[in-house]
């Protein structure tokens, strides 16, 4: 499988590759892995993964950034930047990208790697606080590779809240996850009202992740973005329907069936079981006088 697999629905953007940084060599992958396995066993909880994000990881994450949109783009918790390199090559110009880390020993490496990005040492939880100054319009796109799952629902939500503040109304917050369901839950978000898509999974990435994309529910400029209908929402809906209309049709049957019975059985007129006792009667009554008249 070739390297831009995930990137053939944009084929726009290989032909910015030729201008862009060159891969980065395997003896800085090597260090990459070591500093960010330092950092995690430091704190685990700030690092949230023993090594970087792969490359198909950081290119499938770039893909769902568009370059023609204006505005800056930042990145939370960039690390060694693998994502910033990816997000460089898909075409986004130094100068737009603001990258938020907390490590200090990430931000020297960032800005050496990195010429014209900005680096802000800063908390992405604060990110209202920590990008105070640094962004002239709102951005049009935050890619985060923080560690959510680590953190409580409230956090999770109180972020994405931050970065939909932060965002010009058709912006869109792009996390990466290794779990199987969305980091930040939809259907538990009750103040935030936002749409959520997810990626396919990247295989190749270890261990295997998948991208999320958020916008906002109600886009501010009229385009409103619909919900995708549950199939097995869909299914019951259906499966409710149909049971309510076998259950009223049986309903009616019954009540005809009685009304019938009752027209049959009403006073004055023999019931059927009358007509047949009679009918059983005079036939047996025939039956008798002519066995009476063969007698001898």
């Known amino acids: 499988m070739r390297e831009d697999f995930f990137l053939r629905s944009q084929p726009a953007r290989a032909n910015r590759r030729s ?73 986004i110009a130094p100068g737009r990208l603001f990258l938020v880390e907390f490590d200090p020993g990430f931000c020297k490496l960032l800005k050496r790697r990195f010429p014209g990005v900005h680096v802000i040492k800063g908390d992405a939880y604060q990110l209202s606080q920590t990008l105070r100054g640094w962004l002239r319009r709102p951005a049009s796109a935050i890619v985060s590779s923080l560690p959510l799952l680590l953190k409580h629902e409230t956090q999770r939500f109180a972020l994405l809240a931050g970065a939909f503040d932060c965002m ?47 916008r906002r529910q109600a886009q501010a400029a009229g385009a409103a973005v619909q919900r995708r209908p549950n199939p097995a929402e869909e299914f019951f809906d259906k499966f ?34 009358g007509l047949w006792a009679d009918s059983a009667f005079s036939t047996s009554g025939k039956a008798s006088g002519i066995d009476h008249s063969r007698r001898p």
């Open 19 to 91: 201008s862009s940084k060159p891969n980065t060599p395997i003896e800085e992958r090597l260090a990459d892995e070591a500093r960010f396995f330092r950092s995690w066993i430091d704190n685990p909880a700030v690092a949230g993964a023993v090594s970087p994000s792969g490359r198909f990881l950081a290119r499938m994450m770039a893909r769902y950034v568009d370059p023609r949109n204006a505005g800056p783009v930042v990145e939370l918790g960039p690390g060694t930047g693998a994502i910033t390199e990816a997000l460089l090559e898909c075409g």
């Open 168 to 214: 010009s109304p058709d912006g869109c917050f792009i996390q990466f996850t290794y779990g199987l369901v969305s980091p930040v839950p939809r259907d538990k978000a009750s103040a935030l009202d936002f749409h959520v898509e997810a990626s396919p999974p990247v295989w190749l990435n270890l261990p295997p992740a998948r991208v999320w994309i958020y």
């Open 240 to 273: 409710k329907l149909g049971t309510e209309k076998i259950h009223l049709d049986l309903k009616k049957e019954i009540a005809a069936a009685k009304a019938r019975l009752r027209i049959e059985t009403r006073p004055g007129q023999p019931s059927r079981k």
